[in-house]
T-cell receptor, first 111, second 115 residues
Framework: QKEVEQDPGPLSVPEGAIVSLNCTYSNSAFQYFMWYRQYSRKGPELLMYTYSSGNKEDGRFTAQVDKSSKYISLFIRDSQPSDSATYLCAMSGGYGQNFVFGPGTRLSVLP | EADIYQTPRYLVIGTGKKITLECSQTMGHDKMYWYQQDPGMELHLIHYSYGVNSTEKGDLSSESTVSRIRTEHFPLTLESARPSHTSQYLC??????????????FGPGTRLTVL
């Protein structure tokens, strides 16, 4: 079993839809949680960052962390074709530990 | 926006050649990383460094080597390139965790093709 699991699989939604992306993890020591957006053939771009549990909102994006359930989510409101990319969750326990990434969810937003 | 740079962005090279992929960051980060990623596939950590003169192997075995002589510079070298080395190589750096801060930033990547 992988340390970080990510769902759903490849996702296609119509423009304007609300998108929910999720990751579950097994290591209770994780306390730093990130979401990255990666366009094809580009480097991952840091999208959202959350420390410990709670919610964080930035424009159309909301990140949620539930440490008790070992579950994190990214919500995208009013999705746009420009949101079409692969979304990666990542987490870490601290400076001495490396970041652990989920396998990614490929999102397509259809005009 | 992250200040982390990689050169070259694209490289096509013949088998047996020695290559060095450059990575520099101007954010003053101590920790730096190299990842390998095939198209549509997961990221795999191949090397990382805690600071000057520190290098560690990552989760994925790699024939490449790295060095860290300056804080801002973390080059990756392949002594003899082979077609199996064809991939995208991503450099990253991270802040030192302190309180609520511990984030990692990526460069644009180098797409390597070995013929």
């Amino acid at each position: 079993q992988k340390e970080v699991e990510q769902d759903p699989g490849p996702l296609s939604v119509p423009e304007g839809a609300i998108v929910s992306l999720n990751c579950t993890y097994s290591n209770s020591a994780f306390q730093y949680f990130m979401w990255y957006r990666q366009y094809s053939r580009k480097g991952p771009e840091l999208l959202m960052y959350t420390y410990s549990s709670g919610n964080k909102e930035d424009g159309r994006f909301t990140a949620q962390v539930d440490k008790s359930s070992k579950y994190i989510s990214l919500f995208i409101r009013d999705s746009q074709p420009s949101d079409s990319a692969t979304y990666l969750c990542a987490m870490s326990g601290g400076y001495g530990q490396n970041f652990v990434f989920g396998p990614g969810t490929r999102l397509s937003v259809l005009p | 926006e992250a200040d982390i740079y990689q050169t070259p962005r694209y490289l096509v090279i013949g088998t047996g050649k020695k290559i060095t992929l450059e990575c520099s960051q101007t954010m003053g980060h101590d920790k730096m990383y190299w990842y390998q990623q095939d198209p549509g596939m997961e990221l795999h950590l191949i090397h990382y460094s805690y600071g000057v003169n520190s290098t560690e192997k990552g989760d994925l075995s790699s024939e490449s080597t790295v060095s860290r002589i300056r804080t801002e510079h973390f080059p990756l070298t392949l002594e003899s390139a082979r077609p199996s080395h064809t991939s995208q190589y991503l450099c990253a750096s991270s802040t030192r965790a302190g309180g609520s801060t511990n984030t990692q930033y990526f460069g644009p990547g180098t797409r390597l093709t070995v013929l």
